[in-house]
């Protein structure tokens, strides 16, 4: 058998380069983690932007905002069953000539998480899935 001699040289290379390994492993999470963070703030932004911009376009139009959000709680509960509405925004408005062709676009988040668009229309004046 051959004894094996490491040098005190050997020992300090081996620690410093199996350091250099877990700081750069550190590194790449923390920065993978920072990332992940202004994304959500960014689509969380987005979000507030876009029901923003639907919301200022819907009140110079003269739609009425409350006869909206209700048709719309109408139809995410036509669609989804029993499963409650835990956020609805407005997130799109499209004003076509006329006002039996206008439509609404809502963002739907339900209780368990999950998310949808539903699309309303106008038909002689009441508001109804599209």
């Known amino acids: 058998m051959v004894p094996l001699a490491v040098s005190a040289l050997g020992i300090v ?4 380069a199996a ?9 790449w999470v923390a920065a993978n983690r920072r990332a992940q963070a202004r994304e959500r703030k960014l689509l969380e ?4 932007v876009e029901e923003a911009l639907a919301k200022a376009h819907a009140m110079d139009k003269g739609w009425d ?12 509960a036509a669609r989804f069953g029993p499963r409650p509405v835990d956020a609805l925004q ?3 408005v499209i004003d076509r000539p006329g ?3 206008d439509q609404a676009v809502f963002r739907v988040q339900t209780a368990d998480g ?4 539903i699309t309303l229309g106008r038909t ?3 508001w109804g899935p599209a």
């Open 13 to 16: 290379l081996i620690v410093f």
């Open 19 to 27: 350091l250099v390994v877990v700081l750069m492993a550190g590194g």
């Open 45 to 48: 932004e987005l979000h507030e």
């Open 65 to 76: 905002r409350e006869l909206l959000e209700a048709a719309a709680r109408d139809a995410a």
């Open 90 to 92: 407005l997130v799109q």
């Open 99 to 101: 006002t039996d062709a």
């Open 114 to 117: 999950d998310e949808h668009r």
């Open 124 to 126: 002689g004046g009441e």
